[in-house]
């Protein structure tokens, strides 16, 4: 059995984001920005097109904190917004979405933190536009920050879905070719961990079959052309899908790992994710699953060819096999006592084979031993 | 650019039909239900599993005229109903969605017909009960019944789809070898051309590639094995998704020839456009397009190996290329009369290929030497 909700809308095109359909006559919009957008003046310019005052607000870090967030919701109050738009990648689009609700609220994060209260109605019409093709926070209703003092926290919830998700490749081509290639990556685990993973439906498999498929084609173009528009627009649509997956069935194994190694020190989710994934695919797929030879399926070939036709596509978009320097000198027991932390545990648990911690370790070891 | 507005909420799992989660608490039910499932007890069953009254509504010839729909209408103002359930194929369900819109205004379908006038809002809350797996019916805005006079009209309306669709294997298990195949096949040509014609948007290809995929290994199996429900639901699943590709993009030359035909003599829809597919998939992937290309991708082949491996998919199912005996003496002139209608042209016109009054007589032809 399994139930699909309906996605919200979406509107896909290379310049779309610069014609927004808002509804009625806005009072005020909070334009919640990535700093790489104000820089290169895309927040600018979106706030130029728009039919009423808008406030930027991209005062955001890497990592979204606690008061990360409640900045931006005393940017909302005071700017009286009546619709918010997130633009970025999954950092400003979780701190738009978390701020569109709270903000209805208390607009203290921590009440809401870990699902500790229900979230008030949202007030703003909300606008999500992702410029990386790789988190597909766009689609999903998990979104993270970090407590004050660094905890990794979530609010989840339906509500925060946008109202309106916009897919302009355009804003995507200026991505540095590794950043493109790690989202990508990040993306393409996304789909194959939500689909193969305990909780993966048929519907699921929609997302996840089609997501992979064209990211298979699309992301080494992107790559090695970075001002390609229809490879853009075709990781843009993927990650969506893959958003619109995870936000179904949730990640597995992979994600355990990477969340794991992102508590120990700084490094890009996606290349994390890409490292976990290549390491521990093959434990994995040494029983396939009926799920995982599906998922091979849509890739054309086995279960047990996945290994090796991912490390292909990861050579194709020259991908280092490197952890950033400070991870020099991290242990396989630090890393350990991050991946026991109750919030990484789903992804342990949802992975479709019985983990061990001697499994955890052993694939800990083997992606610190890159650093 | 395309746009993806939101599907109906879809649940799906054997039994789902006798656990219907309906909102609130319901004052009385008209359950409009195909003659079938009403003689083989299920209507009956769902009736008996529901938390009020409720009225069958089961006076519906394979083809539904306006005056089924005005009698369709007395019930639910007898019935005072604020649920309407559709049960069946797509006559049933067309009969359904067209009911529950036009109650809450004049209650007369041609008031409504070919848009004559805006559908009010709905009253009742609908529900979408799909019985065989083939014309997506359940998600689609588009309505087809038969004037006063004969004629084919349809009521188009976002307004129509459903509240909630539900997909339940096991009331298709029932369901003759001749017509799974038959509306099968239907559901395959839907996703072909949906995705393919000239409206075709990557958000096409999301829902008609699975949906390709998944009735290519599904459908042989469900014509073979009545009570397989893992077949049965693949079929239905891709079947509705199926419906989501032709709501968005409609479809091409096969329905063009099909209706075409449908208006000479009696024949089933599905039989029909598979008859219709066959003969003219070698003409369209003359002069392949790139979304041919991609369909044919989705089947692990090149678009000129798909007339084959169409033809192979047609004989694993048995279909006898054969129209019914009422079609002996049907001449191509009386075809290309119904082929011209107005309502017929946009199937001919979304063909991506430029389609002269020739290939529609040669294509009609090769069919019609079928009687």
Redesign the interface.
């Known amino acids: 059995?399994?139930?699909?909700?309906?996605?919200?809308?979406?509107?896909?095109?290379?310049g779309?984001a610069m014609t927004l359909a808002l509804p009625g006559t806005p009072r005020s919009v909070l334009l919640i920005a990535d700093p790489v957008m104000r820089d290169l003046g895309m927040a600018e310019r979106i706030a130029a097109s728009l039919p009423c005052p808008c406030t930027i607000f991209s005062d955001i870090p890497g990592e979204p904190k606690a008061a990360t967030l409640r900045a931006a919701v005393a940017a909302y109050h005071a700017a009286r917004a009546d619709v918010v738009i997130g633009l970025g990648g999954g950092s400003a689009l979780d701190v738009a979405k978390i701020t569109a609700n709270i903000a209805a609220g208390s607009g203290e994060p921590m009440d809401y933190a870990l699902a500790a209260a229900p979230l008030p109605p949202r007030a703003a019409f909300t606008v999500m536009i992702p410029t990386t093709a790789g988190t597909g926070s766009e689609l999903s209703a998990t979104n993270i920050f970090s407590g004050d003092t660094g905890e990794k926290l979530w609010i989840w919830g339906v509500e925060t879905r946008p109202d309106l998700v916009v897919l302009d490749p355009e804003l995507t081509t200026s991505l540095p070719a590794a950043l493109t290639a790690w989202c990508g990556m990040d993306a393409f685990v996304h789909a194959f961990e939500a689909m193969t993973n305990r909780n993966g439906t048929?519907?699921t498999?929609?997302?996840s079959?089609?997501a992979m498929?064209l990211i298979w084609r699309a992301l080494p173009v992107a790559v090695a052309e970075p001002g390609n528009l229809t490879a853009r627009?075709?990781m843009l649509?993927a990650s969506a899908?893959a958003g619109a997956a995870i936000d179904l069935s949730g990640t597995a194994m992979a994600h355990h790992l990477s969340h794991a190694l992102a508590g120990c020190a700084p490094v890009q989710h996606g290349l994390a994710t890409a490292l976990a994934f290549e390491a521990s695919l093959p434990w994995l797929i040494e029983t396939p699953t009926p799920k995982m030879e599906a998922a091979a399926r849509a890739l054309?070939c086995a279960a047990a060819d996945l290994p090796a036709k991912v490390s292909g596509l990861m050579d194709a978009c020259g991908i280092n096999r490197a952890l950033p320097a400070a991870f020099q000198g991290v242990t396989v027991a630090q890393a350990m006592t991050q991946a026991r932390l109750p919030g990484n545990m789903p992804m342990r648990v949802a992975t479709d084979r019985d983990v061990t911690d001697g499994d955890v370790e052993r694939l800990l070891g083997a992606v610190l031993g890159l650093a």
Chains 1, 2 share one sequence.
Not at 1 to 14: D, Q, S, Y
């Open positions: 059995m399994f139930h699909l909700a309906p996605l919200p809308p979406i509107t896909f095109g290379a779309q048929p519907a498999a929609l997302f079959e089609h498929r627009g075709e649509w899908l054309d």
